[in-house]
């Protein structure tokens, strides 16, 4: 299945560290060789790169890790195609707009036979489980609140969220990302992790490429943020793994809101993957 990396932070900060390790997963350190993205918000709006090549060999990652992002909040992903042929059409993010905002989704998981009633307007343009999920959940949302004329508060998303992630996960494993710049919503089927970082920030090592980073040369004494990736992405820091059937909303680079689904099942990682051998 596919990686996810995502940030929530209080104040603008980078995210080059943690990409840099990140996309080494993309067909150096790891199989995952079908596309990549990321999706980050600024000030005046926001921005989305996203590739079919695999990360490590890309051109384009090359560029974003040399570019000077800095964002409250970030969403990665790194592909292994297990439905859906590799193309850009099915690279994550996915991103839709509602009320105004723009959407960012990534999604690890593999869901089966899944193929939800969507009656507009909220359609997938590729052909992925992932994307079809995106719509649904975006449909869900947008009916729930019909009558708003500005968005939701992040407590009646998580709330509508978490009642319409249930019948999904009956698919199959459910991991994502969902974020409108303001809040990140996560959700946890199989494996996912977080780490909380602030003052008095530590030096951090990649696991994936020897380097390694003094954090409180490039982040202030009132800066906080919360890292969450599919599996710890620094040595010698206290990664925590989210529970099977946990929602978690990050607002302001803190915890702000943890729900458990006790009836979520977690499923068999798939072995087999439809997209283009890795180049290791």
């Known amino acids: 299945m596919c990686q996810l990396l995502s940030m929530n932070c209080n104040n603008t900060a980078s995210i080059q560290f943690s990409f840099t390790g990140f996309s080494e997963r993309g067909g150096h350190t790891s199989d995952h060789v079908d596309g990549w993205g990321i999706a980050f918000y600024e000030p005046t709006g926001s921005r989305l790169f996203i590739d079919d090549k695999p990360a490590y060999e890309s051109p384009l990652a090359r560029f974003v890790k040399g570019y000077e992002i800095k964002s409250k909040t970030v969403v990665a992903h790194i592909r292994k195609a297990t439905q859906g042929e590799v193309g850009l059409a099915n690279c994550h993010p996915f991103q839709r707009e509602w009320l105004g905002q723009t959407w960012f989704f990534a999604n690890n998981g593999d869901l089966r036979n899944y193929y939800p009633e ?60 969902l974020t409108n710049g303001d809040a990140l919503f996560v959700h946890c089927s199989s494996s996912l992790y977080e780490v909380n970082r602030q003052h008095p920030f530590p030096k951090a090592r990649l696991v994936d490429v020897d380097v390694e980073m ?67």
């Open 118 to 177: 969507l009656s507009g307007p909220y359609f997938p343009i590729g052909s992925t489980d992932s994307e079809r999920a995106f719509c649904y959940l975006m449909q869900v949302l947008s009916r729930a609140f019909k009558d708003c004329v500005r968005p939701p508060a992040w407590t009646g998303v998580a709330e509508v969220l978490f009642e319409a992630i249930a019948p999904i996960t009956r698919h199959g494993n459910f991991n994502f990302t």
């Open 214 to 280: 003094d954090l409180s040369a490039v982040n202030g004494t009132n800066d906080r943020m919360v890292v969450v990736a599919t599996e710890p992405l620094t040595v010698d820091e206290p990664w925590i793994a989210l529970q099977t059937g946990e929602l978690r909303v990050y607002v302001g680079g803190e915890l702000a809101h943890a729900r458990v689904n006790p009836g979520v099942e977690r499923f068999p990682v798939p072995t087999v993957s439809v997209g283009r051998r890795p180049s290791l």
